[in-house]
């Protein structure tokens, strides 16, 4: 994604924080300088009115800063304008909507969402961690991003090399350690 203009490196930032946080999008229009920390976010009246703190990455936060020194609206206390003020939910849709238009990427914030979760299994992080950077209520909401497509699957019994029942030369190929009787 090239960045031409101001408007270009806001949509960029909110497109890696996002992927790189899982903030929600009414999260990200929400979200305050004052929000921001060294090593974390504090979301502040998250869904169901919920606050936390999630982690943030050293690039991500960076980005964030160099997005801060030029924007619009320097006195405004959310990190993403537009020229009118603060960023909108319905804005951030359009944003969305001219990505999939000019890419073909069938993109959306809730799929960075589902992206970042994803990541995070990838990287052999646990539910229950998962869960509270989301801000799930629940664990079984979380386990919906546990949910792997065949590729995943075969990669993942690719790189942990079980051991598989084997044909042996002997008389009797099979043993019951081998695997079941009467095979």
């Not at 999008?25 to 060294?38: A, F, Q, Y």
């Not at 969305?96 to 993109?107: E, L, V, Y």
């Not at 509270?132 to 019994?157: C, F, K, P, W």
Request: some cysteine; overall charge positive.
């Amino acid at each position: 994604m090239p960045v031409r203009t101001i408007e270009d490196r806001r949509n960029r930032v909110m497109i890696l924080l996002a992927l790189n946080s899982g903030l929600r999008r009414s999260e990200i229009c929400n979200l305050k300088v004052i929000d921001i920390h060294p090593s974390y976010i504090s979301v502040i009246n998250g869904k169901g009115g919920k606050d936390r703190d999630v982690y943030l990455d050293e690039y991500t936060r960076e980005e964030i800063s160099k997005y801060l020194s030029m924007r619009n609206h320097q006195e405004c206390p959310y990190v993403f304008t537009t020229r009118k003020g603060k960023i909108t939910e319905a804005y951030m849709g359009n944003i969305a909507m001219d990505i999939r238009k000019s890419t073909g990427i069938d993109f959306s914030w809730h799929k960075c969402r589902h992206t970042y979760a994803k990541n995070l299994l990838r990287n052999n992080i646990d539910l229950e961690t998962i869960r509270q950077m989301l801000g799930h209520a629940n664990l079984s909401t979380t386990q919906v991003y546990s949910q792997l497509d065949s590729g995943e699957a075969m990669e993942r019994i690719r790189e942990k090399k079980p051991k598989l029942f084997k044909c042996s030369n002997r008389n009797n190929p099979y043993t019951i350690t081998d695997g079941l009787e009467g095979i």
